[in-house]
């Protein structure tokens, strides 16, 4: 049973000139990273949140982006294609590599190898350690939206813009399924439930999809979760609930065992954002839920 939630916003967080499309968690569990329209790379941390800390800027939009702790590197994808390996320690070793003909939309690490997914349909696998392209190819014909990674079962699941999710094997790249249809428009979000069990998906549908990993990723509930195109899924770090963020500008809290709505975090009633809320990260510090929008703020929200 899911005890009666309440929900407190911490701070919000205004330095960014633009909207803001990423969230990641970057060298210490007290700190993250944010970027968007501007370009910036900005560096915040929960116990003095405001201001951030400038730690790199791009000369064009960033739709992804990525920390690979192991080797004190950030990752950002950009709306044109551009693969940026910034290197931290020594910034003059930055790389800028343009191997996506459209916009990067979700970049993942496995390992020493890192993943990016392209506005093309291009899949690419990259080497860490030598930053280096290893293999590329089409996976469809139109946009690769969002991936996610069960070690358990050493998959990659991709959701695109054909309405498809791809299920990938995570060492080889063979397909192992195809789930078309999988969404009535294109699939936005993608996540593998902690215990690798299910696998759920938000589309630009609006719905909000669970399939069950153990028979064949049949669908085990459907519903209209949201107003419009669902951004983003996140798991709670220790709670057995789910955060889901919309272009209808709210965050949704859901059950992870029910899979039943439990909490909306709305615009006027919870000093909620003003536009479509496009990313989300919940931290192991103190539990906070972080969410971005296009109305240029990053929000910090304690769950309670």
Known sequence: MIPSINIEKFATLT????????????????????????GWIVAWNFNKPDPGRLIAKIDTQIFSLCYLSHKHLIVAGNMNGGVHWIDIRNPENTLNIQN???????????????????????????????????????????????????????????????????ILNAQTLQIKKRLSDAHNNSVFSIRYTPDDRYLISGGRDAYLRVRDTQNG?????????????????????????????????????????????????ET????????????LYWSTHNNY???????????????I
């Not at 220790?238 to 919309?246: E, G, H, L, N």
């Not at 006027?268 to 496009?278: A, T």
Request: charged share 20%.
């Open 289 to 303: 839920l972080v969410s971005c929008s296009d109305d240029r703020s990053i929000a910090i929200w304690h769950i």
């Open 268 to 279: 006027v009633r919870d000093q909620g954002h003003l536009n479509s809320v496009n990313r």
């Open 217 to 265: 990723f049949d669908e085990v509930s459907a519903q209209p979760a949201h107003w419009y195109t669902i951004n983003d899924i996140v798991f709670h770090p220790k709670a057995p609930i789910f955060a889901t963020a919309s272009r209808d500008k709210t965050i949704k809290i859901w059950s992870l065992e029910s899979f039943k709505l439990l909490k909306v975090i």
């Open 15 to 38: 330095g960014h000139n633009s909207s803001v499309f990423c969230l990641c968690p970057y060298d210490s569990p007290a700190n993250f990273l944010s970027a968007g329209g501007d």
């Open 100 to 166: 996506h003909q459209k916009g990067v939309f979700s970049i993942i690490n496995i390992g020493n190898s890192l993943f990016t997914a392209g506005g093309e349909g291009l899949l690419t696998k990259w080497d860490v350690p030598q930053q280096k392209r290893l293999e590329s190819f089409h996976l469809s014909n139109k946009s690769l939206r969002c991936m996610a990674y069960s070690q358990k079962r050493n998959e990659l699941a991709i959701g695109s813009s054909d309405q498809s999710i791809y």
